[in-house]
């Protein structure tokens, strides 16, 4: 497998045994057998496809801001689209990217071009296929505010071409991932504003981050899902649950909704961690806590 992947994708870009704690904001998890790096849809097209014919289990990661990878790690093939699929140009008031791209070089490209509505995302640390997947959201701001098309790899292995309407966005959710497809690209629309209005409003929302959030710790951030008409964070607190903690895995004291790595942490740890959340709550709210990160070699 080695070898084929090597062929399809160049030595440079495929790693055998590569630890995931490298590739995981949470910086935990053992190792993936292979990781690959495709450099466009036509390599991460022969990459799937070489994986279904060798029976080999796959995974589309991005920046790994939003993934539990286990001890053990994943005995199948990482496709990584964070360096190589991370392009951004723009075009009037649209911009362009590929899915590994990063939001937050995203926001920073629009500010420079004098483009606003993507503001919200200068401090969500993934990239925007995964955004898109999720429709991720931050400052009252959400992705389905400014996708206008996406061109997906279909399961069949078709490219295709979806309008914002068609991407049925929900609360921390969308189509792509009900039908297992791939995110090659968005096109965000945005509007003419002023570069210092914009920037400025980044800045604000960067010292909100730094006030309310653990930046200083290794995390995927919110860690579970708003259940509707409340707030995680606060049924964490109301649990008694600030704090808690399992080896270097520990409830944020800044903010409930935070499981923090404060350096020495285990997957096993934090998974226990999120799972002890769960059932405490569950008890003191009758509310089921569900995560927003994804648990990948469990």
Same mark, same amino acid.
């Given at each position: 497998?080695?070898?084929?992947?090597?062929?399809?994708?160049?030595?440079?870009?495929?790693?055998?045994?590569?630890?995931?704690?490298?590739?995981?904001?949470?910086?935990?998890?053992?190792?993936?057998?292979?990781?690959?790096?495709? $450099?466009?849809?036509?390599?991460?097209?022969?990459?799937?496809?070489?994986?279904?014919?060798?029976?080999?289990?796959?995974?589309?990661?991005?920046?790994?801001?939003?993934?539990?990878?286990?001890?053990?790690?994943?005995?199948?093939?990482?496709?990584?689209?964070?360096?190589?699929?991370?392009?951004?140009?723009?075009?009037?008031?649209?911009?362009?990217?590929?899915?590994?791209?990063?939001?937050?070089?995203?926001?920073?490209?629009?500010?420079?071009?004098?483009?606003?509505?993507?503001?919200?995302?200068?401090?969500?640390?993934?990239?925007?296929?995964?955004?898109?997947?999720?429709?991720?959201?931050?400052?009252?701001?959400?992705? $389905?505010?400014?996708?206008?098309?996406? *061109?997906?790899?279909?399961?069949?292995? *078709?490219?295709?071409?979806?309008?914002?309407?068609?991407?049925?966005?929900?609360?921390?959710?969308?189509?792509?991932?009900?039908? *297992?497809?791939?995110?090659?690209?968005?096109?965000?629309?945005?509007?003419?504003?002023?570069?210092?209005?914009?920037?400025?409003?980044?800045?604000?929302?960067?010292?909100?981050?730094?006030?309310?959030?653990?930046?200083?710790?290794?995390?995927?951030?919110?860690?579970? $899902?708003?259940?509707?008409?409340?707030?995680?964070?606060?049924?964490?607190?109301?649990?008694?649950?600030?704090?808690?903690?399992?080896?270097?895995?520990?409830?944020?004291?800044?903010?409930?909704?935070?499981?923090?790595?404060?350096?020495?942490?285990?997957?096993?740890?934090?998974?226990?961690?999120?799972?002890?959340?769960?059932? $405490?709550?569950?008890?003191?709210?009758?509310?089921?806590?569900?995560?927003?990160? *994804?648990?990948?070699?469990?």
């Amino acid at each position: 497998m080695l070898n084929i992947l090597q062929k399809l994708v160049g030595t440079d870009c495929v790693w055998a045994n590569e630890p995931m704690k490298e590739h995981t904001t949470f910086r935990v998890g053992g190792c993936a057998r292979y990781l690959v790096e495709p $450099k466009d849809a036509a390599e991460l097209s022969s990459v799937i496809r070489a994986c279904r014919e060798e029976g080999l289990p796959y995974y589309i990661v991005g920046n790994g801001s939003n993934l539990l990878v286990s001890d053990e790690g994943y005995d199948g093939v990482i496709i990584h689209l964070f360096k190589n699929m991370s392009q951004i140009r723009t075009e009037g008031e649209s911009v362009y990217l590929q899915a590994g791209a990063l939001l937050m070089r995203a926001a920073g490209i629009a500010c420079r071009e004098g483009l606003s509505g993507f503001e919200f995302a200068s401090g969500i640390p993934g990239t925007v296929g995964g955004a898109v997947v999720m429709n991720a959201g931050a400052y009252g701001g959400e992705m $389905k505010d400014v996708v206008s098309r996406v *061109k997906v790899l279909a399961a069949d292995g *078709k490219m295709l071409e979806y309008t914002k309407e068609q991407m049925q966005f929900g609360y921390r959710r969308s189509r792509i991932a009900e039908e *297992k497809s791939i995110v090659l690209e968005a096109v965000l629309t945005l509007r003419r504003g002023e570069t210092e209005t914009i920037r400025a409003r980044m800045n604000e929302l960067r010292e909100q981050r730094l006030l309310k959030q653990p930046l200083e710790y290794a995390s995927a951030g919110s860690t579970f $899902k708003r259940p509707e008409g409340y707030f995680a964070g606060k049924l964490i607190q109301d649990a008694g649950l600030r704090g808690f903690r399992i080896g270097d895995a520990q409830v944020s004291e800044k903010h409930c909704g935070f499981i923090i790595n404060r350096g020495g942490a285990t997957a096993a740890e934090i998974a226990e961690v999120i799972r002890q959340v769960q059932d $405490k709550v569950y008890r003191h709210s009758g509310i089921r806590l569900q995560t927003e990160v *994804k648990y990948l070699g469990w």
